[in-house]
């Protein structure tokens, strides 16, 4: 069966280090998202992608980055750890039509001690 | 801008009772779609019910019915014979225009079922 999965799905890492967080969808999906959950805030997007080589800063992008070299992976990657980045943080991946729902990973929580 | 606001942090039902879930949006595009997931104590997303703006009818799948009124601004979800395993965290979301399948979402819902 089809799936999104994250890696890892926990993580505790120190400030000012570079943490890279996985994400792997079988669906082919063309559209992916990376979103961080917070209480209070429900999700919001960091970056997403809609095809290869095609990446776009989320609403919250400041002190993320993603690139995407193939269809399958989004990895995001945190520069350097703040303590305001200890999070939840969701992959998920759409099909390019606009009626159709978002498919989630299971989530990583990330620690930034 | 776009926005989604959900008003009710926490609500409880009795079992076997139906449940709304408020929802309004702010949007100035002509086409959109409008989302709502259940997120329950184990973390995971799950797809519950899709409208887009131009459906004449409220979705409905199963339990869940979307209860959309689009002069109002609000697709408010209905969960009917509520069950225990309805406890959960509920979020609606927004697709943008036309070309973007990015989504905002709202702050979400705590539904907790008595029984």
Known sequence: DAEITQSPRHKITETGRQVTLACHQTWNHNNMFWYRQDLGHGLRLIHYSYGVQDTNKGEVSDGYSVSRSNTEDLPLTLESAASSQTSVYFCASSMGQESYEQYFGPGTRLTVT | ?115
């Open chain 2, 1 to 115: 801008a776009q926005k989604i606001t959900q008003t009710q942090p926490g609500m409880f039902v009795q079992e076997k009772e139906a449940v709304t879930l408020d929802c309004t949006y702010d949007t100035s595009d002509p086409s959109y779609g409008l989302f709502w997931y259940k997120q329950p104590s184990s973390g995971e997303m799950i797809f519950l019910i899709y409208q887009g703006s131009y459906d004449q009818q409220n979705a409905t799948e199963g339990r869940y019915s979307l209860n959309f009124q689009k002069a109002r601004k609000s697709a408010n979800l209905v969960i009917s014979a509520s069950q225990l395993g309805d406890s959960a965290m509920y979020f609606c979301a927004m697709r943008g225009s036309s070309g973007t399948y990015k989504y905002i979402f709202g702050t979400g819902t705590r539904l907790k079922v008595l029984a």
